[in-house]
């Protein structure tokens, strides 16, 4: 069935203007603090290269006359793929349509107003679309930083593509697990597992500046005894006497206190809940492996690889297009069978570039 023009006309040719001026643009995104967006491409295959770290040898000191010593580099790994192409569409009623006519229709109802209204139904369906392609990168890093793998099963993408687990090439080095269970908390060891962690990464010259963990996660962890009790030698000291207990409060800024001052990374709570609907039912899901603590280093960890949407390089005739953020807004209506709709694509896919300097250690099994 060929596109027509939207049935808001010139309202709809504003969706640009909108977006530009909007207060309310974006959802509260999570990935922008540790991925860049790359600049877009057009081909649909991208290759991402992960440096592998290594020791750095120090520089040789050499007779002024001679020539300079020639180092061996380490080797680039090459992580390629397809980019997926990311979409949601929404469809307007006919009885909503019905309804806004109404509204446009009764008496009093100035120009400027008519204009309003039509912007406001508009509005709603733009944003939702452009939001909702950067949710689902949220939650591919969430899992990517947290597992070292991207899942897209029919748990969390319903009515789309199934795939295998895409394994980001972690090193198996960099996969750790605690000697306890952190659920254990009269014998788990958090603090030392963490210290062994960061010792193992320093041998390689891997420093890390976070940790990253979710809320379960953190609440094993404060509740521990090892936690507790050093806390309790750190502020208060070794206890003078009989008589004198008193109580570590493991709060996550005491905690945090704690590990700069002993030169440890520091804790950061991934509290970030995102829904995903299947049969018109929403249900918000944590996409951060809660079991699971991340070391990461300073700086951002990857990029947002991404590809120019067909229609951006061969639009379609009497359909209205805008650019939300990198993705592309769509509005167009048909008429058999009738309907109005709104479409945002963005091919996209997120490049783990820094996952030799990041670890996993698995807490809780």
Known sequence: MSKLKSLFGAAADRMQV??????????????????????????????SAIGRSRIEAAASVVDRDSATPLRSRQGLEKLSGEIPAIREMFALKESDYRDFLSLQNLPGIDDKTKLNQALDLIWGDVKRVGDAPHKRIDIMVLQ??????????????????????????????????????????????PITDIETVVVDAKARGI??????????????????????????????????????????????????????????????????????????????????????????PAGKLGSIKNALAMEKMKPVQHVTYADYKGVLVSKWSQNEPWGEFTKGEWNAFPALEAIDSIYILTCVF
Request: hydrophobic share 40%; proline share 5%.
């Open 144 to 189: 990517a930083l947290s597992t070292g793998k991207i899942q897209i099963n029919v748990t969390n993408n319903p009515d789309g593509i199934v795939t295998d687990d895409i394994d980001l090439l972690m090193n198996t080095a960099n996969k750790k697990q605690g000697a306890v269970t952190w659920g254990t908390a009269a014998t788990a060891t």
């Open 207 to 296: 420093s890390f500046v976070k940790i990253l963990m979710s809320y379960n996660l953190w609440l094993k962890f404060k509740k521990t005894k090892e936690v507790l009790d050093t806390l309790q030698a750190y502020y208060y000291g070794p206890k003078p006497g009989a008589g004198f207990n008193p109580i570590a409060i493991s709060t996550l800024d005491k905690v945090n206190e704690y590990m700069t001052a002993n030169k440890m990374p520091v804790i950061e709570i991934v509290d970030e809940s995102i829904g995903v609907e299947k049969d018109g039912v929403i249900t918000a899901t944590n996409y951060f492996n809660e079991n699971n603590a991340t070391f990461v």
């Open 18 to 47: 909108m977006i530009d001026n909007s207060k309310e643009l974006y959802a509260p995104l999570w990935y922008p603090q540790y991925f860049d967006v790359a600049p877009p491409q057009q081909s649909l295959t991208y290759v």
